[in-house]
């Protein structure tokens, strides 16, 4: 019986400590992405947690890298990395919205009508993007077989540079960096 007890006791606490949280951006208090009253419930996000961000007062600030499951901003809402890198394991939505000052890094990546004055760098079975604003170093790196589409973006930079490699389509504004 303490047997059967203690694997029951396991598991269940196993479940709960594994289990994702999805967070919503309140802003109820500041723009730190770190203050835990900024958010439905009331916590911090970390990496395997389901983010989304809609437009409110208090427009979120990242406080340092961090990493989440999944990223999805809604319209009318910004996000400023504040020079730091957020990485989205998973998908990142973006829907008529502004991500600035920093590096993206998602998997999937889906975006419509947005602006993106960041580092933006997607890997994953799912590259959309429609009708939005690149204005950092772009790389998209489609995997997948089923679903890839753009048309109607603006890359808006002074000097343009490229690279096409093992399916990578990479641009940059900068001088590109050896690796």
Known sequence: MKFFTFFLLFGL????????????W???TDTDWATSSNWSPSGVPSAGDAVSIASSTNQPVLDGNRTVAS???????TLDLNTYTLTVSGTGSFTSCSVSSGELFTGSFNASSSTFSADVSASGSSIITTSSTYQGEVSLNYTGSANVNSGGNTLSWSRLHYSIRNGFICLWSKQPRRV
């Open 13 to 24: 606490l196993s479940l709960n400590g594994f289990s994702q949280t999805s967070y919503t």
């Open 26 to 28: 309140t802003g109820s």
């Open 71 to 77: 990223l999805t901003l809604s319209s009318s809402s």
